[in-house]
């Protein structure tokens, strides 16, 4: 059985798509709108997603793209379920560079879609979940439980925003561009909101705040002892 999770604001879509894939044994989930799609992807971490193009809000093609900029999620096979009226064989093109496994077009048989399901989760599982852990020097942090450690010593739990932006800080090796951040956040989000999230995580860190360095591309956490 796999986690799907069907990002469509169509109520009708959203009725026949889940009652085929549950009975095809696998575990549905919802998302009618772009936000409340990417925001499910970061929580839910779903085997497989179908995804509409044309929604309200955040669009289908913005959340390809902080998906395939998410260390987290970028390994989450996306079917592309969509009813745009461009030429599709360009948009089909485009959308493999972002990671789309499959594109299929509005209208839809049900079946095929099904088969589509079945192919993709066997060719691309997600293998073991990633990491419980990432590590840098002495900071750690749990990606499962969002539990952040300084030298053995938990300074807390963190909401998924910061353990998704901690989790980019603690991967790398040297400073993180404020865009890099900002695409695999939340895309657009404006200079000021990260500023203040970083702050806030910082917060988090009580007395080892210093560890969260500002340089002059971005971020850097310090593992030093």
Known sequence: MARILIIEDDADIQQLLGMALYRAGHEPHYAFNGQEGHDKI????????????????????????????????????????TGTDDRPDLIEENLRH???REYIRK??????????????????PRHAPAPSQV?????????????????DRVVGTVSPLKAQLLRLLIESKGPVTRERL??????KASTAA???????????FGPDARRIQ????????????
């Open 214 to 225: 500002t340089t002059p591309q971005g971020y850097e956490v310090l593992g030093d002892n």
């Open 135 to 151: 590590v840098k020097g002495v900071v750690s942090l749990d990606t499962r439980f969002r539990t952040v450690r300084v030298a």
């Open 194 to 204: 990260l500023e203040k999230m970083i702050q806030r995580l910082r917060a988090d």
């Open 107 to 124: 209208p839809f048989d049900v079946n095929t879609l099904l088969t589509a399901v079945h192919r993709i989760i066997t060719q691309y």
């Open 42 to 81: 970061l929580t839910l971490q779903p085997d497989l997603i179908t995804l509409d193009l044309l929604l309200p809000g955040l669009s289908g093609a913005e959340i390809l793209k902080r998906v395939a900029a998410n260390t987290m999620v970028c390994d989450i096979p996306i079917i592309v379920v």
């Open 98 to 100: 972002l990671g789309v």
């Open 182 to 187: 900002m695409t695999a956040w939340e895309g």
